[in-house]
């Protein structure tokens, strides 16, 4: 099935429900897909000796700075043909109203702390977060999650940054800890590529921080060199006036207005690598999707 497809059909699936707007605690609540979508106006949080089950087909649409805070147990229970979607206010394939395009760093993430109870994440595409899943428990269960255009990082666990993958599945199961050192001490992760696909990701985030990286350098050289640009002509100007005079040879003159000249191409050069990387960043986020 396409992509301009499942826009359609998830357009007019969602159409059937009204939304449900959440915040703060989910107990009790009922998390299955006759709510969606679910509108996250807050942080949402399972609070610690509580249990919380997001079912199969559930999609948490989450505005900026929100996320989910997760101190007791989870258990998301998607499957294959019907994930539970983890994703952005403004991700207009499940947000047919949205009055933008969804990026990197439009909402928080899932946040697991050290103390939380079983946590088995099944079936899940999470996109468009800071942090996708940060978790200090390094008991959590990851099986087939779909990972997409988050900012920092897809997933970290005790602080450690796990290789995850853009668009490539991926599992992880319970971690053995270091006792001295709490480091994880076995890493069984696997990122799960069946067909042997090469991970555009990577290529696209080479370009977005390498355009990010040249638009900075440029904005700075632009910056100091069109500073000196109006003190080097106004140079100029005046030993147009000297070399009237005959204070100033014409050599010494040539050598004030090469100044000056320099000064302009420094400030051309940084402009022109500014608006290059700058193009460059803007393009590589639809590159990535």
Not at 1 to 12: D, I, K
Not at 120 to 148: C, D, M, R, W
Request: aromatic share 10%; hydrophobic share 40%.
């Amino acid at each position: 099935m396409s992509r301009s497809l499942l826009l359609v059909v998830s357009v007019v699936v969602f159409s059937l429900f009204a939304e449900t707007r959440i915040k703060g605690d989910l107990t009790g609540m009922n998390l299955d897909e006759s709510g969606n979508p679910f509108i996250v106006e807050q942080d949402i949080i399972v609070p610690d000796g509580q249990k919380v089950v997001i079912k199969e087909g559930c999609v948490f649409l989450f505005n900026p700075f929100t996320g989910l805070q997760v101190l007791g147990e989870l258990q998301v229970k998607g499957t294959q043909e019907n994930p539970v979607v983890f994703t952005s206010i403004y991700d207009n394939q499940y947000n047919a109203e949205s009055p933008q395009l969804p990026n990197p760093f439009d909402w928080n993430g899932l946040l697991v702390t050290r103390e939380a109870g079983s946590i088995t994440l099944a079936n899940f595409h999470l996109q468009y977060s800071v942090y996708g899943i940060k978790s200090q428990n390094p008991g959590i269960k990851v099986e087939n999650g779909i990972f997409k255009q988050n900012g920092q990082f897809h997933f970290t666990i005790m602080d450690k940054i796990q290789f995850v993958q853009d668009n490539i599945s991926y599992s992880f199961n319970q971690q053995e800890l270091d006792p001295n050192t709490n480091d994880v001490i076995k890493d069984t992760g696997k990122n799960s590529n069946p067909e042997g696909k090469k991970d555009p990701s990577r290529g696209v985030k080479i370009l977005r921080y390498s355009s990010l990286g040249v638009a900075a350098v440029g904005l700075i050289t632009g910056a100091v060199f069109g500073a000196q640009v109006p003190g080097a002509f106004n140079d100029v100007e005046k030993a147009e006036d000297e070399v009237r005079a005959h204070n100033f040879t014409n050599t010494q003159y040539e050598e004030i207005r090469n100044t000056f000249h320099k000064k302009v191409i420094g400030a051309s050069v940084g402009a022109g690598a500014l608006i290059l990387g700058g193009v460059g960043f803007g393009i590589s986020f639809p590159l990535g999707k």
